[in-house]
């Protein structure tokens, strides 16, 4: 199965309202990323184990640990949860910039050093969260 169909599939198996606002996330992130490189992970380790909820990848960073080794991985990504929604923006090294530059005017979402939560669309400003987007794929274009 293709990424694509595989974020079709994983989106189209959400419930309403959840279904709309992951379509529309989608559509919004490959608006700013239209050319991005889409990922898709399904929240399985190695082993198979199950360590994460699944998540939709969009564009391509690097990461690089201590050790000197490196690592590609997406900028921003998108997961649903028991809750809502989680927007996750990668790559910002301040950990506090997310909640102190973009929290207050989000809306009713919970922001932590690199993930923005939220129950439906309709609880946030969305042009908030693209500009927290934005922010996050600035300072992690290779």
């Given at each position: 199965m293709?990424?694509?169909e595989q974020i079709n599939e994983y989106i189209a198996g959400q419930p309403e309202p959840k279904?709309?606002?992951m379509k529309e996330l989608h559509r919004i992130i490959l608006?700013?990323?239209p050319k991005c490189r889409l990922w898709f992970l399904d929240g399985r380790d190695d082993s198979g184990k199950i360590v994460s909820n699944p998540n939709i990848g969009y564009g391509t960073r690097t990461i690089k640990y201590a050790n000197g080794n490196a690592k590609e991985f997406y900028q921003i990504g998108i997961?649903?949860?028991t809750t809502g929604i989680s927007v996750y923006v990668l790559g910002i090294?301040?950990?506090?910039y997310l909640a102190q530059a973009y929290g207050k005017s989000l809306g009713k979402a919970k922001v932590t050093g690199?993930?923005?939560k939220f129950k439906t669309l309709h609880d946030i400003n969305v042009e908030t969260l693209k500009?927290?987007?934005l922010c996050g794929i600035d300072q992690t274009i290779i």
């Amino acid at each position: 199965m293709s990424i694509d169909e595989q974020i079709n599939e994983y989106i189209a198996g959400q419930p309403e309202p959840k279904r709309a606002d992951m379509k529309e996330l989608h559509r919004i992130i490959l608006g700013l990323m239209p050319k991005c490189r889409l990922w898709f992970l399904d929240g399985r380790d190695d082993s198979g184990k199950i360590v994460s909820n699944p998540n939709i990848g969009y564009g391509t960073r690097t990461i690089k640990y201590a050790n000197g080794n490196a690592k590609e991985f997406y900028q921003i990504g998108i997961s649903a949860n028991t809750t809502g929604i989680s927007v996750y923006v990668l790559g910002i090294e301040d950990r506090k910039y997310l909640a102190q530059a973009y929290g207050k005017s989000l809306g009713k979402a919970k922001v932590t050093g690199y993930c923005i939560k939220f129950k439906t669309l309709h609880d946030i400003n969305v042009e908030t969260l693209k500009a927290a987007m934005l922010c996050g794929i600035d300072q992690t274009i290779i």
